[in-house]
């Protein structure tokens, strides 16, 4: 894994299209079966395998999870650390190509906001639909890529619903 600066990180970005995913920290066996089936669908597969890159929070549970899956396509993985490193996973290095970790004094919110400002489309599975789970890290970066016009696949873990949120982005 490479320690990566604001600007490697840019180069990145600009290098092609990019996945960010975020995740319900809490994960059991059950919900890697959920995703596990959504993932192994051949038309998911070809989605994901149409991205040059995947950037993650680098969270427990379903970043790690999904971020672990996505390095088995041998493209950049990039993780995006937030300064409290309460919720990271420990298995961070063994699947992230690439850290960029944010400065001191940051929060949640602005990791979040890099990642999401750092990909074309955005992958969550929340464990519950977001009336039931207001405070939530996936949910802000879903309502961040909303705000930001990122098309967003939503995979919810307690009913295995899947939404696609596609927007039009307007020419220049």
Known sequence: ???INLAELAE??????????????FITSVNKQVI?????QSAVQNWLRSFDYYISGGAKGV???????????????????PSNKRYVDRYLKEYS?????????????E????????CHEFLAMPMYEEENEPRSGTWQAVRLARVMGTPIC??????KETFWERRDVPSV
Do not use: W
Request: glycine letters at 8%; a positive charge; aromatic letters at 10%.
């Open 1 to 3: 894994m490479k320690n």
């Open 97 to 109: 190509t690439h850290l960029f970790v944010m400065p001191n004094s940051t929060d949640f919110r």
């Open 111 to 118: 990791r979040n906001f890099m990642v999401v400002n750092s």
């Open 36 to 40: 596990n089936k959504f993932l192994n």
């Open 63 to 81: 970043d790690a999870y999904l971020l672990r899956q996505c390095y088995k396509y041998g493209k950049p993985c990039v993780t995006i650390e």
């Open 154 to 159: 939503l995979h919810l873990l307690n009913n």
């Open 12 to 25: 990145i970005v600009n290098s092609g299209k990019g996945l960010g995913i975020g995740g319900s920290r």
